[in-house]
C-alpha cells in the first residue's frame, strides 16, 4: 500500500524512553511536526531499583538539542505528568495534535510486581494517564488519531489461536465480536488491559479513532536517526526490571556469565526489531483509524521460545570467538513455561510491512555494540530480584 504523503502533527508521550525518543526523531526525520512529553518517571524509577542503561543517556533537553545540531529539525518538548489532567489539557489545546503517538507508561513487568506499592504506582500511572489522554481528546482534538502502545502480554498464552484483538464467537444460537479474551501475567499487563477497555469504550462511546499496537518483545540498539550523532543513542537494559530477556543474554555472554534462562525455557514470545517498532507506528499513522474505531495490531514479526533465543545468542557468540554456555535458573514468575502459541499478525504486513528478522549477524552487531561498552556492565543487576509469588515456609 503507497505511503500518504501529509504531514502531520505528532505528539509523542513518553518521547524520552526506549521507544519514544526514536520515534520522536524517526518523525521528524521525515518532515513531521514533533513535541514530546515526558516527566522522566522511568529514570526516576531507574535509579530507585538499579537498572541504569548500559550506555549513559543524555537528558531530554541535550539530546534535542543535539538533534536540532545534527539536522536542523526542531523537536518541541513539554516536561510534565500524563496523571495531571490540567497539564495534559493545555498540551493539547497548544499543539494541536492530529496524531498521538502513546508510549508514556510504565512498561515493566518485574516493576509492577515488587510488591504493592509499585502495582498501585504503574496502575495509576498506566491507566489515569491514559484516561486524561482520551479526554484531552475527546475536548480539544476529537478528529486525531490515538496510536496506543499496547503489549501481547494482554493475552497470555491462551490453548487457542489469537486473534488481532477482536473475536467473532457464537453462543447458544447466537453470534457477536467481541475483544478477545484477556489473560495478563502481571500487573503491568493488567494496567495494558483496562487501557484497551477503556480506549474501545471511548471509541463506541465518543467517535475517537484508535489503533491500540499490541507489541511484542522489542530488540536491537540503533535506528537510522541514533547513529547520526553521539547522543542521539537510546537506551539499553540488561537488568531484571527493565531489561528483555534478549539484551540480558546477550550481556551476560559479553561478560562472561552463563546464560539464564527461567525454568524450562519453553515460553514462546512475539518478537520484532526496534527498526520495525517505528516503522509500525509510522504505517499506523499514515493509515489512521477511522471516527468510531477501536482497530488493533498484533505487532511483531517472528515467534521465538526462550530457548530459542538463548541458542542464537549462543551461537552468534561463538562466531565472535566467545564460549557461552545456558544455564537454566528457577522461574521467579507464574507463567506456563510449555504452552500453545499461535498469534495472529496480519494488519501491518497488509499496510506494507517488510520486516527485518532476527539473524545471528543482528546479534553479533548487538554484542558488538556491548562490547564497547563492556566496563560499564553491573553483573549484580542481571539476575532476578523479582519473584511473582513468594513460597510459605
Not at 140 to 153: E, F, R
Not at 154 to 174: A, V
Not at 368 to 387: C, G, T
Request: hydrophobic share 40%; net charge positive; glycine share 8%.
Amino acid at each position: 500500500m503507497a505511503i500518504k504523503s501529509k504531514k502531520l502533527r505528532v505528539l509523542v508521550l513518553g518521547g524520552d524512553g526506549y521507544l519514544g525518543w526514536p520515534t520522536a526523531m524517526y518523525f521528524s526525520n521525515r518532515g513531521h511536526e514533533v513535541a514530546v512529553v515526558d516527566n522522566f518517571n522511568k529514570r526516576k524509577w531507574e535509579a530507585e531499583v538499579d537498572a541504569e542503561p548500559l550506555m549513559p543517556i543524555p537528558s531530554l533537553q541535550e539530546r534535542i538539542r543535539i538533534w536540532k545540531k545534527t539536522t536542523g529539525k526542531k523537536i518541541k518538548m513539554y516536561v510534565g505528568d500524563l496523571c495531571h489532567e490540567r497539564f495534559v489539557a493545555r498540551v493539547f489545546d497548544e499543539f494541536k495534535p492530529d496524531t498521538i503517538i502513546h508510549f508514556g507508561e510504565q512498561p515493566s513487568a518485574p516493576f509492577s510486581m515488587i510488591g504493592n506499592e509499585r502495582a498501585v504506582e504503574t496502575q495509576v500511572n498506566n491507566v489515569v494517564g491514559n484516561l486524561n489522554v482520551i479526554f484531552a481528546m475527546k475536548r480539544s482534538t476529537p478528529n486525531a488519531h490515538l496510536v496506543k502502545l499496547g503489549t501481547m502480554g494482554e493475552y497470555g498464552t491462551p490453548n487457542i489461536d489469537i486473534e488481532e484483538g477482536w473475536l467473532d464467537i457464537t453462543h447458544k444460537g447466537r453470534r457477536d465480536r467481541l475483544l478477545f479474551p484477556k489473560k495478563p501475567g502481571s500487573f503491568y499487563h493488567l494496567s495494558k488491559v483496562h487501557d484497551s477497555h477503556n480506549l474501545e469504550f471511548a471509541c463506541r462511546t465518543w467517535d475517537l479513532a484508535v489503533t491500540d499496537l499490541n507489541q511484542g518483545v522489542v530488540y536491537g540498539i540503533e535506528t537510522e536517526e541514533t547513529k547520526m550523532a553521539p547522543g542521539l543513542h537510546t537506551s539499553f537494559h540488561y537488568d531484571d526490571i527493565f531489561g528483555t530477556a534478549l539484551n540480558r543474554f546477550c550481556v551476560q555472554a559479553v561478560a562472561g556469565l552463563p546464560i539464564t534462562p527461567y525454568g524450562k525455557g519453553g515460553q514462546k514470545r512475539g518478537f520484532l526489531n526496534i527498526v520495525d517498532t517505528l516503522r509500525c507506528v509510522e504505517l499506523a499513522a499514515l493509515h489512521p483509524a477511522k471516527k468510531g474505531e477501536f482497530r488493533v495490531f498484533n505487532q511483531f514479526t517472528e515467534v521465538f521460545s526462550v530457548n530459542e533465543l538463548a541458542e542464537t545468542v549462543k551461537e552468534a557468540a561463538k562466531k565472535m570467538n566467545i564460549k557461552a554456555t545456558v544455564k537454566h535458573i528457577k522461574n521467579p514468575r507464574k507463567e506456563q513455561e510449555e504452552h500453545y502459541y499461535k498469534p495472529v499478525h496480519t494488519g501491518l504486513p497488509k499496510l506494507g510491512l517488510k520486516p527485518h528478522l532476527l539473524s545471528d549477524v543482528l546479534v553479533e552487531s548487538m554484542i558488538a555494540k556491548i562490547i564497547e561498552h563492556k566496563d560499564h556492565i553491573e553483573e549484580e543487576i542481571i539476575m532476578p530480584r523479582v519473584v511473582w509469588e513468594k513460597k510459605k515456609n
